[in-house]
């Protein structure tokens, strides 16, 4: 063979193997896209995490399969935990063993856009009412009753609006380190515009700028300007510390980009139903069952938001978690378990 065969032979190897290539990525770019516009992370993902034995139920609402942990004797009184934005259920690991040793029923469900959960893959498909819509439909297929919600971050923000949507299925609530913005009148007309123009003012910024002085805008501003959310820097500094078995458990839900428009879109979305969210406030301020804040001393994200709850809800009662940041449940899993477990034997706690 001479040199002009071999050069044409390793040319047309090199071509085949291109196309090949080309195959592989054009195949992997459709293989969990299972509709158009609607990814689902691979199941291998989430395999071998650290920490999390727990069985997948899934249940299909509207367009998308939403799954969701049911851990705990059946019959048991329920414990509905919602997760925020970007973590998924596995945020509720350290809590799950605990709640379930006592004797309760746990539900964990994961938001559209999140963990084991469908996630379309455009922004616009997202909206504050079509989360809470899917986990209403949720608790309504569960029939769950005499059921204690717990949520925290965007958990808290979807849930109690699903309590103030079905009251009588919930027996008390517990929240930490979130909030229920909202407005009536003009306010609640142009108040998310405004929110929208702060956004834009505060600008793009990296990562070590947003470090350097967290805030509440400064994130939603981050997460919408920012191509690619770097999922697993956020989790460092926010609760995960340095174990990377854990790192990898909060990124399984996100092989790439096209995963993230939940991620991305969720902060922004926050002050988006301001009348509405006003109207849920009428349930919660005429409430007369058991209501518990149990925020953290240091989160730079709601700090000071117990109050508005301490306000409005009659006989609201407080505690501080100590020395725990925004994800509460990864700082002080064990001990906000606990809180909850007190809580529905009857402790009172304080204002």
């Not at 044409?8 to 190897?13: E, G």
């Not at 608790?139 to 971050?153: A, M, N, R, Y």
């Not at 092989?255 to 902060?267: E, S």
């Amino acid at each position: 063979m001479n040199t002009q065969q071999i050069c044409r032979k390793a040319s047309s190897y090199t071509k085949r193997l291109l196309l090949v290539l080309m195959l592989a990525v054009t195949i992997d770019a459709v293989a969990n896209e299972i509709e158009p516009g609607i990814m689902r992370t691979p199941d291998q993902r989430f395999e071998n995490l650290k920490d999390y034995p727990f069985e997948p139920h899934y249940l299909k609402i509207g367009k998308y399969r939403v799954h969701y942990l049911d851990e705990g004797p059946p019959t048991a009184d329920p414990i509905l935990l919602i997760h925020g934005e970007p973590t998924w259920s596995y945020l509720y690991r350290k809590m799950i063993p605990i709640l379930t040793g006592a004797g309760h029923r746990v539900i964990v469900p994961d938001l559209v856009g999140f963990g084991k959960s469908d996630k379309p893959a455009s922004q616009s498909d997202y909206s504050y009412q079509m989360q809470v819509d899917v986990m209403s439909e949720l608790v309504s297929h569960l029939d769950l009753t005499e059921t204690t919600f717990f949520g925290q971050d965007w958990g808290g923000l979807i849930g109690l609006r699903v309590v103030a949507a079905a009251p009588d299925r919930f027996a008390r609530i517990v929240v930490s380190n979130t909030g229920l913005p909202a407005a009536a009148g003009i306010q609640g007309w142009i108040g998310y515009p405004l929110f929208k123009l702060n956004v834009w003012l505060e600008g793009a910024m990296t990562l070590e700028e947003l470090r350097s002085n967290l805030t509440f805008p400064r994130w939603v501003a981050y997460s919408h300007y920012v191509d690619d959310l770097p999922v697993h820097e956020l989790m460092k500094f926010m609760g995960a510390q340095n174990d990377e078995a854990i790192i990898r458990a909060y990124t399984a839900p996100f092989p790439d980009v096209r995963y993230k428009a939940g991620a991305h879109i969720m902060p922004y979305l926050v002050p988006s139903q301001l009348r509405e969210n006003e109207e849920a406030w009428k349930v919660f301020e005429a409430w007369e069952k058991p209501f518990l804040c149990a925020f953290s001393d240091s989160d730079p994200i709601s700090r000071g938001g117990e109050r508005a709850f301490l306000t409005r809800v009659p006989g609201a009662q407080n505690i501080t978690i100590e020395g725990a940041g925004h994800f509460v449940q990864e700082d002080a899993g064990e001990e906000l378990a606990g809180i909850i477990n007190e809580f529905i034997a009857g402790r009172e706690f304080g204002r």
